[in-house]
Protein backbone atom coordinates (compact mmCIF):
# COMPACT_ATOMS: atom_id res chain seq x y z
CA UNK A 1 0.00 0.00 0.00
CA UNK A 2 1.24 3.42 -0.82
CA UNK A 3 0.15 6.82 -0.05
CA UNK A 4 0.61 10.33 -2.02
CA UNK A 5 -1.13 13.63 -2.05
CA UNK A 6 -2.58 14.82 -5.44
CA UNK A 7 -4.15 18.38 -6.55
CA UNK A 8 -6.52 19.90 -4.46
CA UNK A 9 -5.37 18.06 -1.07
CA UNK A 10 -6.74 14.96 -2.22
CA UNK A 11 -4.73 11.85 -0.64
CA UNK A 12 -4.50 8.76 -2.71
CA UNK A 13 -3.40 5.05 -1.82
CA UNK A 14 -2.67 2.75 -3.96
CA UNK A 15 -3.86 -0.53 -3.09
CA UNK A 16 -3.10 -4.36 -4.80
CA UNK A 17 -5.78 -6.91 -4.63
CA UNK A 18 -4.79 -10.27 -5.06
CA UNK A 19 -7.24 -12.85 -6.67
CA UNK A 20 -6.76 -16.10 -8.42
CA UNK A 21 -3.45 -15.33 -8.68
CA UNK A 22 -4.09 -12.28 -10.45
CA UNK A 23 -2.88 -8.88 -8.88
CA UNK A 24 -5.62 -5.93 -9.46
CA UNK A 25 -4.15 -2.63 -9.28
CA UNK A 26 -6.29 0.50 -7.93
CA UNK A 27 -6.00 3.83 -6.54
CA UNK A 28 -8.50 4.96 -3.25
CA UNK A 29 -8.73 8.49 -3.60
CA UNK A 30 -9.94 10.56 -0.87
CA UNK A 31 -11.51 13.74 -2.59
CA UNK A 32 -11.23 16.91 -0.84
CA UNK A 33 -15.11 17.10 -0.21
CA UNK A 34 -14.33 13.77 2.18
CA UNK A 35 -15.77 13.03 4.89
CA UNK A 36 -19.00 14.74 3.27
CA UNK A 37 -18.52 12.26 -0.05
CA UNK A 38 -17.43 8.92 -0.31
CA UNK A 39 -13.69 8.10 -1.55
CA UNK A 40 -13.41 6.71 -4.95
CA UNK A 41 -11.69 3.37 -5.94
CA UNK A 42 -10.81 2.76 -9.58
CA UNK A 43 -8.08 1.04 -11.77
CA UNK A 44 -4.49 2.22 -12.18
CA UNK A 45 -5.19 1.78 -16.29
CA UNK A 46 -7.96 1.62 -18.59
CA UNK A 47 -9.05 -2.03 -17.70
CA UNK A 48 -12.85 -2.83 -17.09
CA UNK A 49 -12.29 -4.89 -14.29
CA UNK A 50 -16.27 -5.13 -13.29
CA UNK A 51 -19.71 -4.24 -15.25
CA UNK A 52 -20.50 -2.17 -11.84
CA UNK A 53 -18.01 0.35 -13.19
CA UNK A 54 -18.57 3.80 -14.82
CA UNK A 55 -16.69 2.94 -18.21
CA UNK A 56 -13.20 1.29 -18.35
CA UNK A 57 -10.82 2.56 -16.38
CA UNK A 58 -13.34 4.57 -14.47
CA UNK A 59 -14.83 4.08 -10.54
CA UNK A 60 -15.68 1.18 -9.25
CA UNK A 61 -19.75 1.80 -7.93
CA UNK A 62 -19.37 0.06 -5.03
CA UNK A 63 -21.33 -0.90 -2.30
CA UNK A 64 -21.35 2.48 -0.79
CA UNK A 65 -22.33 5.38 -3.37
CA UNK A 66 -23.02 9.38 -2.84
CA UNK A 67 -26.81 8.17 -2.59
CA UNK A 68 -26.20 6.18 0.58
CA UNK A 69 -22.79 7.37 2.02
CA UNK A 70 -22.28 7.28 6.00
CA UNK A 71 -19.13 9.06 7.14
CA UNK A 72 -18.47 6.29 9.88
CA UNK A 73 -17.59 3.66 6.10
CA UNK A 74 -13.49 3.84 6.43
CA UNK A 75 -11.48 3.55 3.38
CA UNK A 76 -10.90 0.20 4.54
CA UNK A 77 -14.43 -1.07 4.08
CA UNK A 78 -14.40 0.41 0.88
CA UNK A 79 -11.58 -1.75 -0.66
CA UNK A 80 -13.14 -4.95 1.33
CA UNK A 81 -16.17 -3.93 -1.03
CA UNK A 82 -13.92 -3.58 -4.03
CA UNK A 83 -12.66 -7.01 -3.34
CA UNK A 84 -16.27 -8.54 -2.98
CA UNK A 85 -16.84 -7.42 -6.52
CA UNK A 86 -14.22 -8.52 -7.60
CA UNK A 87 -13.55 -11.68 -6.49
CA UNK A 88 -17.67 -12.15 -6.78
CA UNK A 89 -17.55 -11.95 -10.42
CA UNK A 90 -14.60 -14.06 -11.25
CA UNK A 91 -15.57 -17.49 -9.09
CA UNK A 92 -13.15 -20.25 -8.35
CA UNK A 93 -14.55 -22.66 -10.98
CA UNK A 94 -13.92 -19.95 -13.54
CA UNK A 95 -17.25 -19.41 -14.98
CA UNK A 96 -18.22 -15.70 -15.33
CA UNK A 97 -19.95 -14.69 -12.14
CA UNK A 98 -22.97 -12.01 -11.45
CA UNK A 99 -22.52 -9.90 -8.51
CA UNK A 100 -26.38 -8.32 -7.60
CA UNK A 101 -26.52 -4.57 -8.52
CA UNK A 102 -28.48 -1.74 -6.31
CA UNK A 103 -27.57 0.86 -9.33
CA UNK A 104 -31.07 2.28 -9.66
CA UNK A 105 -30.19 4.15 -13.04
CA UNK A 106 -32.57 7.04 -14.68
CA UNK A 107 -33.45 8.39 -18.01
CA UNK A 108 -32.00 11.33 -17.52
CA UNK A 109 -28.45 10.37 -15.89
CA UNK A 110 -28.16 8.10 -18.85
CA UNK A 111 -28.38 11.18 -21.15
CA UNK A 112 -25.74 12.76 -19.80
CA UNK A 113 -23.35 10.74 -21.61
CA UNK A 114 -25.88 10.68 -24.89
CA UNK A 115 -25.47 13.92 -26.97
CA UNK A 116 -26.74 13.07 -30.15
CA UNK A 117 -30.94 12.00 -29.26
CA UNK A 118 -33.99 10.97 -31.31
CA UNK A 119 -37.32 12.40 -28.91
CA UNK A 120 -40.24 9.99 -29.92
CA UNK A 121 -44.01 10.72 -28.17
CA UNK A 122 -46.12 8.03 -27.41
CA UNK A 123 -47.78 6.89 -30.35
CA UNK A 124 -45.49 6.74 -33.57
CA UNK A 125 -44.56 2.83 -33.16
CA UNK A 126 -48.39 1.98 -32.52
CA UNK A 127 -48.95 4.11 -35.67
CA UNK A 128 -47.62 1.32 -37.82
CA UNK A 129 -49.94 -1.23 -36.74
CA UNK A 130 -51.69 -2.41 -39.67
CA UNK A 131 -48.73 -1.72 -41.96
CA UNK A 132 -46.58 -3.80 -44.20
CA UNK A 133 -44.26 -5.84 -42.12
CA UNK A 134 -41.08 -4.82 -44.88
CA UNK A 135 -42.25 -0.99 -45.96
CA UNK A 136 -39.61 2.49 -46.39
CA UNK A 137 -41.86 5.25 -45.62
CA UNK A 138 -40.86 8.86 -45.47
CA UNK A 139 -40.38 10.90 -41.97
CA UNK A 140 -40.24 14.19 -41.11
CA UNK A 141 -37.41 15.44 -38.40
CA UNK A 142 -36.99 18.62 -36.80
CA UNK A 143 -33.33 19.34 -35.00
CA UNK A 144 -32.39 21.61 -32.33
CA UNK A 145 -28.43 22.41 -31.55
CA UNK A 146 -26.87 23.46 -28.67
CA UNK A 147 -23.40 23.44 -27.87
CA UNK A 148 -22.08 20.45 -29.06
CA UNK A 149 -25.43 18.58 -28.39
CA UNK A 150 -28.28 17.64 -30.75
CA UNK A 151 -31.81 16.87 -30.35
CA UNK A 152 -34.12 15.58 -33.42
CA UNK A 153 -37.88 15.78 -32.63
CA UNK A 154 -39.89 12.61 -35.05
CA UNK A 155 -42.77 14.63 -36.09
CA UNK A 156 -44.20 12.48 -38.48
CA UNK A 157 -44.45 9.38 -40.52
CA UNK A 158 -45.58 9.16 -44.43
CA UNK A 159 -45.29 11.27 -47.04
CA UNK A 160 -46.62 14.94 -46.40
CA UNK A 161 -50.43 14.76 -47.47
CA UNK A 162 -50.58 11.31 -46.90
CA UNK A 163 -49.14 10.74 -42.79
CA UNK A 164 -49.66 7.88 -41.19
CA UNK A 165 -48.89 9.58 -38.34
CA UNK A 166 -48.30 13.04 -36.88
CA UNK A 167 -47.04 14.82 -33.97
CA UNK A 168 -49.95 15.08 -31.31
CA UNK A 169 -47.48 17.48 -28.98
CA UNK A 170 -45.87 21.15 -30.10
CA UNK A 171 -42.39 20.48 -31.75
CA UNK A 172 -39.89 22.75 -31.27
CA UNK A 173 -40.38 25.04 -34.64
CA UNK A 174 -36.10 25.53 -35.80
CA UNK A 175 -34.49 26.10 -38.86
CA UNK A 176 -33.03 22.62 -38.87
CA UNK A 177 -35.32 20.16 -40.22
CA UNK A 178 -33.92 16.43 -41.87
CA UNK A 179 -35.33 14.45 -44.88
CA UNK A 180 -35.56 10.95 -43.27
CA UNK A 181 -36.87 7.36 -43.96
CA UNK A 182 -37.77 4.53 -41.85
CA UNK A 183 -36.95 1.44 -42.62
CA UNK A 184 -39.18 -1.78 -40.89
CA UNK A 185 -37.65 -4.68 -41.78
CA UNK A 186 -37.54 -8.30 -40.88
CA UNK A 187 -34.16 -9.33 -42.03
CA UNK A 188 -31.13 -9.33 -39.90
CA UNK A 189 -29.78 -5.64 -40.08
CA UNK A 190 -26.89 -6.33 -37.49
CA UNK A 191 -24.79 -4.12 -40.41
CA UNK A 192 -26.60 -0.85 -39.79
CA UNK A 193 -27.77 -1.56 -36.29
CA UNK A 194 -24.53 -2.40 -34.21
CA UNK A 195 -22.56 0.04 -35.89
CA UNK A 196 -20.95 2.39 -33.29
CA UNK A 197 -20.80 5.57 -36.25
CA UNK A 198 -18.31 7.36 -37.98
CA UNK A 199 -17.30 6.32 -41.67
CA UNK A 200 -19.32 3.53 -43.38
CA UNK A 201 -17.83 3.80 -47.00
CA UNK A 202 -19.50 0.69 -48.26
CA UNK A 203 -22.72 1.27 -46.61
CA UNK A 204 -24.80 0.58 -49.57
CA UNK A 205 -23.15 -2.45 -50.32
CA UNK A 206 -23.21 -4.00 -47.16
CA UNK A 207 -27.25 -2.56 -46.51
CA UNK A 208 -28.56 -2.31 -50.25
CA UNK A 209 -31.75 -0.75 -48.37
CA UNK A 210 -30.30 2.30 -48.37
CA UNK A 211 -29.23 2.45 -51.70
CA UNK A 212 -31.70 4.29 -53.64
CA UNK A 213 -31.72 6.68 -50.28
CA UNK A 214 -28.08 7.75 -50.94
CA UNK A 215 -28.32 9.21 -54.61
CA UNK A 216 -29.56 12.59 -53.68
CA UNK A 217 -27.64 15.50 -52.44
CA UNK A 218 -28.87 15.30 -49.72
CA UNK A 219 -28.46 12.13 -47.36
CA UNK A 220 -30.98 11.33 -44.80
CA UNK A 221 -31.75 10.56 -40.89
CA UNK A 222 -32.49 6.72 -40.49
CA UNK A 223 -34.81 5.26 -38.32
CA UNK A 224 -34.06 1.38 -38.91
CA UNK A 225 -37.12 -0.98 -36.97
CA UNK A 226 -36.95 -4.92 -37.51
CA UNK A 227 -38.94 -7.55 -36.36
CA UNK A 228 -36.93 -8.42 -33.23
CA UNK A 229 -37.94 -5.58 -31.41
CA UNK A 230 -34.73 -3.83 -31.72
CA UNK A 231 -35.10 0.10 -32.34
CA UNK A 232 -32.11 2.40 -33.93
CA UNK A 233 -31.73 5.32 -35.39
CA UNK A 234 -28.43 7.41 -37.63
CA UNK A 235 -28.04 11.01 -39.39
CA UNK A 236 -25.86 10.15 -42.72
CA UNK A 237 -24.03 12.93 -43.07
CA UNK A 238 -21.59 13.61 -45.81
CA UNK A 239 -17.68 13.93 -44.21
CA UNK A 240 -15.00 14.24 -47.26
CA UNK A 241 -17.76 13.04 -49.42
CA UNK A 242 -18.12 9.53 -47.58
CA UNK A 243 -20.92 8.19 -45.77
CA UNK A 244 -20.49 9.16 -42.02
CA UNK A 245 -22.66 7.93 -39.10
CA UNK A 246 -23.90 9.53 -36.23
CA UNK A 247 -25.47 7.23 -34.01
CA UNK A 248 -28.58 8.88 -31.95
CA UNK A 249 -30.12 7.66 -28.74
CA UNK A 250 -34.02 7.00 -29.08
CA UNK A 251 -36.30 8.64 -26.27
CA UNK A 252 -39.64 7.37 -26.22
CA UNK A 253 -41.50 9.65 -24.11
CA UNK A 254 -44.82 8.89 -22.10
CA UNK A 255 -48.20 10.79 -22.57
CA UNK A 256 -48.24 14.23 -21.42
CA UNK A 257 -51.85 14.04 -19.85
CA UNK A 258 -50.56 11.50 -17.12
CA UNK A 259 -48.11 14.39 -15.51
CA UNK A 260 -51.45 16.81 -14.98
CA UNK A 261 -53.91 16.33 -12.61
CA UNK A 262 -56.12 18.97 -14.37
CA UNK A 263 -59.40 16.99 -15.96
CA UNK A 264 -58.02 18.25 -19.53
CA UNK A 265 -60.91 16.69 -21.46
CA UNK A 266 -63.38 19.19 -19.29
CA UNK A 267 -60.93 21.76 -19.24
CA UNK A 268 -60.53 21.66 -23.15
CA UNK A 269 -63.90 22.00 -24.16
CA UNK A 270 -63.73 25.87 -22.55
CA UNK A 271 -62.89 29.20 -24.43
CA UNK A 272 -61.12 31.56 -22.46
CA UNK A 273 -60.94 35.52 -23.03
CA UNK A 274 -57.75 36.63 -21.38
CA UNK A 275 -57.83 40.29 -21.23
CA UNK A 276 -54.60 41.98 -20.38
CA UNK A 277 -51.92 39.95 -21.68
CA UNK A 278 -48.94 41.35 -19.50
CA UNK A 279 -47.63 39.96 -16.73
CA UNK A 280 -50.18 38.26 -15.26
CA UNK A 281 -52.25 37.38 -18.17
CA UNK A 282 -49.40 35.99 -19.62
CA UNK A 283 -48.60 33.48 -16.89
CA UNK A 284 -52.12 32.24 -17.02
CA UNK A 285 -52.43 31.88 -20.33
CA UNK A 286 -49.25 29.62 -20.28
CA UNK A 287 -50.62 27.77 -17.26
CA UNK A 288 -53.91 26.83 -18.27
CA UNK A 289 -52.68 26.06 -21.96
CA UNK A 290 -50.24 23.24 -19.85
CA UNK A 291 -53.67 22.33 -18.07
CA UNK A 292 -55.17 21.50 -21.37
CA UNK A 293 -57.14 24.87 -22.37
CA UNK A 294 -56.85 24.98 -26.15
CA UNK A 295 -59.34 27.56 -27.11
CA UNK A 296 -58.18 31.71 -26.23
CA UNK A 297 -59.42 34.83 -26.66
CA UNK A 298 -56.53 37.36 -26.11
CA UNK A 299 -56.68 41.07 -26.16
CA UNK A 300 -53.92 43.89 -25.55
CA UNK A 301 -53.06 46.47 -27.29
CA UNK A 302 -49.79 46.64 -26.07
CA UNK A 303 -46.32 45.33 -27.47
CA UNK A 304 -43.78 43.92 -25.64
CA UNK A 305 -40.65 46.02 -24.67
CA UNK A 306 -37.39 44.99 -23.21
CA UNK A 307 -38.39 45.97 -19.65
CA UNK A 308 -41.03 43.59 -19.42
CA UNK A 309 -38.70 40.50 -19.71
CA UNK A 310 -38.59 41.01 -15.88
CA UNK A 311 -41.93 39.47 -14.90
CA UNK A 312 -43.61 38.60 -18.11
CA UNK A 313 -44.24 34.67 -19.40
CA UNK A 314 -42.87 35.72 -22.42
CA UNK A 315 -39.02 36.50 -23.42
CA UNK A 316 -36.44 38.30 -25.72
CA UNK A 317 -38.44 36.81 -29.19
CA UNK A 318 -40.93 38.77 -28.15
CA UNK A 319 -39.32 42.20 -28.01
CA UNK A 320 -40.94 44.74 -30.89
CA UNK A 321 -43.89 42.54 -30.91
CA UNK A 322 -47.32 42.87 -30.14
CA UNK A 323 -48.06 40.98 -26.89
CA UNK A 324 -51.05 38.86 -27.73
CA UNK A 325 -49.06 37.87 -31.15
CA UNK A 326 -45.92 36.38 -29.14
CA UNK A 327 -48.44 35.31 -26.10
CA UNK A 328 -49.91 33.19 -29.22
CA UNK A 329 -47.14 31.24 -30.42
CA UNK A 330 -45.72 30.86 -27.00
CA UNK A 331 -49.24 28.81 -26.16
CA UNK A 332 -48.32 27.23 -29.54
CA UNK A 333 -45.24 25.61 -28.11
CA UNK A 334 -47.46 23.98 -25.14
CA UNK A 335 -50.04 22.80 -26.81
CA UNK A 336 -51.03 21.40 -30.27
CA UNK A 337 -54.58 21.92 -31.71
CA UNK A 338 -55.05 25.54 -30.70
CA UNK A 339 -58.01 27.60 -31.93
CA UNK A 340 -56.90 31.46 -30.44
CA UNK A 341 -58.44 34.84 -31.56
CA UNK A 342 -56.20 37.37 -31.61
CA UNK A 343 -57.71 41.36 -30.70
CA UNK A 344 -55.10 44.08 -30.62
CA UNK A 345 -57.10 46.53 -28.87
CA UNK A 346 -57.31 48.00 -25.43
CA UNK A 347 -60.96 48.06 -24.00
CA UNK A 348 -61.91 51.91 -23.48
CA UNK A 349 -59.26 52.79 -25.93
CA UNK A 350 -59.91 55.68 -28.95
CA UNK A 351 -61.00 53.51 -31.55
CA UNK A 352 -64.23 52.48 -33.74
CA UNK A 353 -67.13 51.79 -32.19
CA UNK A 354 -67.57 49.02 -33.56
CA UNK A 355 -64.81 47.58 -33.64
CA UNK A 356 -64.67 48.11 -29.71
CA UNK A 357 -68.46 46.39 -29.88
CA UNK A 358 -67.27 43.55 -31.53
CA UNK A 359 -64.25 42.97 -29.45
CA UNK A 360 -66.81 42.44 -26.17
CA UNK A 361 -68.67 40.12 -28.10
CA UNK A 362 -66.22 38.03 -28.37
CA UNK A 363 -65.13 38.13 -25.12
CA UNK A 364 -69.09 37.59 -24.16
CA UNK A 365 -68.88 34.59 -26.07
CA UNK A 366 -66.30 32.70 -24.56
CA UNK A 367 -67.08 30.35 -21.87
CA UNK A 368 -64.49 32.00 -18.97
CA UNK A 369 -63.87 35.49 -18.80
CA UNK A 370 -60.33 36.69 -17.10
CA UNK A 371 -59.47 40.41 -16.58
CA UNK A 372 -55.66 40.92 -15.94
CA UNK A 373 -55.45 44.87 -16.19
CA UNK A 374 -56.10 45.87 -13.17
CA UNK A 375 -57.53 48.53 -15.22
CA UNK A 376 -61.10 49.97 -14.20
CA UNK A 377 -62.38 50.76 -17.93
CA UNK A 378 -61.36 47.38 -18.73
CA UNK A 379 -63.22 45.83 -15.40
CA UNK A 380 -66.27 47.68 -16.21
CA UNK A 381 -66.45 46.66 -20.14
CA UNK A 382 -65.19 43.05 -19.12
CA UNK A 383 -68.24 42.82 -16.29
CA UNK A 384 -70.62 44.50 -18.36
CA UNK A 385 -69.75 41.69 -21.23
CA UNK A 386 -70.03 39.07 -18.24
CA UNK A 387 -73.37 39.96 -16.90
CA UNK A 388 -75.03 40.79 -20.40
CA UNK A 389 -73.96 37.09 -21.69
CA UNK A 390 -74.38 35.30 -18.22
CA UNK A 391 -70.81 34.05 -18.36
CA UNK A 392 -68.08 33.50 -15.53
CA UNK A 393 -65.29 36.15 -14.42
CA UNK A 394 -62.13 36.07 -12.96
CA UNK A 395 -60.34 39.09 -12.13
CA UNK A 396 -56.93 39.22 -10.34
CA UNK A 397 -54.03 42.18 -9.31
CA UNK A 398 -50.81 42.34 -8.01
CA UNK A 399 -50.60 45.03 -5.14
CA UNK A 400 -47.57 47.85 -5.49
CA UNK A 401 -44.65 47.24 -3.49
CA UNK A 402 -45.03 43.40 -3.70
CA UNK A 403 -47.49 43.01 -0.70
CA UNK A 404 -49.43 40.59 -2.10
CA UNK A 405 -52.58 40.77 -4.18
CA UNK A 406 -55.93 39.82 -5.16
CA UNK A 407 -57.75 36.92 -6.81
CA UNK A 408 -61.50 36.81 -7.22
CA UNK A 409 -64.53 35.46 -9.18
CA UNK A 410 -68.30 36.24 -10.24
CA UNK A 411 -70.57 33.44 -11.02
CA UNK A 412 -74.02 33.87 -12.22
CA UNK A 413 -76.62 34.08 -10.28
CA UNK A 414 -74.33 32.17 -7.61
CA UNK A 415 -72.15 35.64 -6.58
CA UNK A 416 -73.05 39.30 -7.44
CA UNK A 417 -72.12 40.69 -10.93
CA UNK A 418 -68.56 41.79 -11.64
CA UNK A 419 -69.03 45.07 -10.94
CA UNK A 420 -71.40 44.87 -7.68
CA UNK A 421 -68.36 42.38 -6.16
CA UNK A 422 -66.25 44.91 -6.60
CA UNK A 423 -68.00 47.33 -4.68
CA UNK A 424 -68.43 44.60 -2.15
CA UNK A 425 -64.54 44.12 -2.31
CA UNK A 426 -63.88 48.09 -1.71
CA UNK A 427 -66.21 47.88 0.96
CA UNK A 428 -64.57 45.31 2.71
CA UNK A 429 -61.03 47.16 2.21
CA UNK A 430 -62.00 49.95 4.00
CA UNK A 431 -63.65 48.30 6.72
CA UNK A 432 -60.13 47.22 7.78
CA UNK A 433 -59.29 50.59 8.86
CA UNK A 434 -56.18 50.30 7.86
CA UNK A 435 -54.40 53.51 5.55
CA UNK A 436 -53.46 52.26 2.29
CA UNK A 437 -49.66 53.06 2.08
CA UNK A 438 -48.33 52.19 -1.32
CA UNK A 439 -49.41 53.82 -4.76
CA UNK A 440 -48.79 52.56 -7.99
CA UNK A 441 -48.84 53.72 -11.79
CA UNK A 442 -50.15 51.62 -14.67
CA UNK A 443 -47.82 48.96 -15.41
CA UNK A 444 -49.53 47.06 -17.96
CA UNK A 445 -49.18 49.39 -20.94
CA UNK A 446 -46.27 51.26 -22.70
CA UNK A 447 -47.33 54.57 -23.20
CA UNK A 448 -45.23 56.52 -21.14
CA UNK A 449 -47.61 58.52 -18.75
CA UNK A 450 -46.66 59.77 -15.30
CA UNK A 451 -46.96 57.92 -12.23
CA UNK A 452 -45.07 55.84 -9.58
CA UNK A 453 -43.08 53.11 -10.60
CA UNK A 454 -45.06 49.93 -10.52
CA UNK A 455 -42.96 47.74 -8.20
CA UNK A 456 -43.39 44.34 -7.99
CA UNK A 457 -40.58 40.75 -8.60
CA UNK A 458 -41.69 38.20 -10.99
CA UNK A 459 -42.45 35.81 -7.87
CA UNK A 460 -44.81 38.16 -6.44
CA UNK A 461 -46.53 38.08 -10.25
CA UNK A 462 -46.54 34.53 -10.30
CA UNK A 463 -47.93 33.72 -6.89
CA UNK A 464 -51.37 35.99 -7.69
CA UNK A 465 -51.24 34.38 -11.56
CA UNK A 466 -50.88 30.98 -10.05
CA UNK A 467 -53.58 31.26 -7.47
CA UNK A 468 -55.81 33.11 -10.31
CA UNK A 469 -55.09 30.40 -12.93
CA UNK A 470 -56.19 27.58 -9.76
CA UNK A 471 -59.26 29.45 -9.45
CA UNK A 472 -60.24 29.42 -13.23
CA UNK A 473 -59.27 25.67 -13.50
CA UNK A 474 -61.84 24.84 -10.63
CA UNK A 475 -64.26 27.00 -12.86
CA UNK A 476 -63.58 24.69 -15.94
CA UNK A 477 -63.32 21.31 -14.58
CA UNK A 478 -67.11 21.89 -13.50
CA UNK A 479 -68.49 19.94 -10.33
CA UNK A 480 -68.18 21.17 -7.16
CA UNK A 481 -66.11 24.17 -6.28
CA UNK A 482 -63.02 23.70 -3.65
CA UNK A 483 -62.86 27.28 -3.28
CA UNK A 484 -65.23 28.52 -0.19
CA UNK A 485 -65.16 32.29 -0.86
CA UNK A 486 -65.19 33.72 -4.33
CA UNK A 487 -62.27 36.94 -3.31
CA UNK A 488 -58.96 36.13 -1.56
CA UNK A 489 -56.80 38.87 -0.48
CA UNK A 490 -53.23 37.07 -0.69
CA UNK A 491 -50.24 38.59 1.51
CA UNK A 492 -46.46 38.54 0.19
CA UNK A 493 -44.81 40.34 3.30
CA UNK A 494 -45.79 41.81 6.62
CA UNK A 495 -47.65 45.62 5.13
CA UNK A 496 -51.50 46.54 5.13
CA UNK A 497 -53.48 44.00 6.91
CA UNK A 498 -51.05 41.28 6.47
CA UNK A 499 -49.41 39.94 9.22
CA UNK A 500 -47.04 37.59 7.49
CA UNK A 501 -46.04 36.20 4.16
CA UNK A 502 -49.26 33.94 2.33
CA UNK A 503 -51.57 35.79 5.31
CA UNK A 504 -54.86 35.26 3.30
CA UNK A 505 -57.64 36.87 3.68
CA UNK A 506 -61.11 35.44 2.41
CA UNK A 507 -63.55 37.67 1.42
CA UNK A 508 -67.57 36.89 1.58
CA UNK A 509 -69.66 38.57 -1.29
CA UNK A 510 -73.51 38.81 -0.96
CA UNK A 511 -75.12 37.71 -3.75
CA UNK A 512 -77.86 40.30 -5.18
CA UNK A 513 -80.34 37.57 -6.53
CA UNK A 514 -80.20 36.78 -10.31
CA UNK A 515 -78.13 37.91 -12.89
CA UNK A 516 -80.14 40.42 -15.32
CA UNK A 517 -79.15 42.30 -18.31
CA UNK A 518 -80.13 45.43 -18.23
CA UNK A 519 -81.18 45.64 -21.48
CA UNK A 520 -83.38 42.38 -21.18
CA UNK A 521 -86.86 42.70 -21.58
CA UNK A 522 -87.57 46.25 -21.64
CA UNK A 523 -91.36 47.43 -21.47
CA UNK A 524 -92.36 48.90 -25.17
CA UNK A 525 -94.48 51.42 -23.46
CA UNK A 526 -91.51 52.93 -21.57
CA UNK A 527 -89.35 53.32 -25.06
CA UNK A 528 -92.07 54.64 -26.80
CA UNK A 529 -92.58 57.15 -23.51
CA UNK A 530 -88.84 57.92 -23.72
CA UNK A 531 -88.64 58.24 -27.78
CA UNK A 532 -91.91 60.78 -27.58
CA UNK A 533 -89.55 62.79 -24.89
CA UNK A 534 -86.29 62.44 -27.23
CA UNK A 535 -87.98 64.01 -30.36
CA UNK A 536 -89.27 67.17 -30.96
CA UNK A 537 -92.54 67.10 -33.05
CA UNK A 538 -92.44 70.38 -34.09
CA UNK A 539 -89.03 70.07 -35.57
CA UNK A 540 -90.19 67.42 -38.15
Given amino acids: MRTKHLADYQLCVDVDLVHGGETFRLAVIYPSTFPDTPPVVMPHDDKRLSIHQYGPGGELCLQWRPDNWDPAVTGAMMVESAYGLISGERPADGQPGTVPSAHRSTLAGELRFETWRLM ?33 HLTSIGAPGSEIWKIPRPAPDAPGKRLGYLLRTGQNMDALALHRGGFFEDI ?58 SNRDAVS ?59 ADRIGQLATDTDITLHRIELGSQTSSLLMESVLEAIGEADLIIDATADPTSFNLCGGAARRHRKRMIWAEVYGGGIGGLVARARPDIDPPPIEARSQISKWCDDRATPWEFQRGNPYDANGDEGVSFIADDADVSVVAAHATRVALDILQGGETAFPHSAYMIGLKKAWIFEAPFDTWPIDLAPIGPWQDPRANPDSGDIAGLMADMIDEDAL
Fill in 120 to 152: VPEGAWASLQGQFPEAVLQIAVTMTVRRTQRVA
Fill in 204 to 261: TDRVPELASLLKGPEWPFIILLEQNGRRTAFDIVRKEGHPFLIPYRIVEEEELSKRSA
Fill in 269 to 327: MNRVAIVGCGSIGSKIAASLARAGVRKFVLVDEDIFLTGNLVRNELDAWAIGWHKVDSL
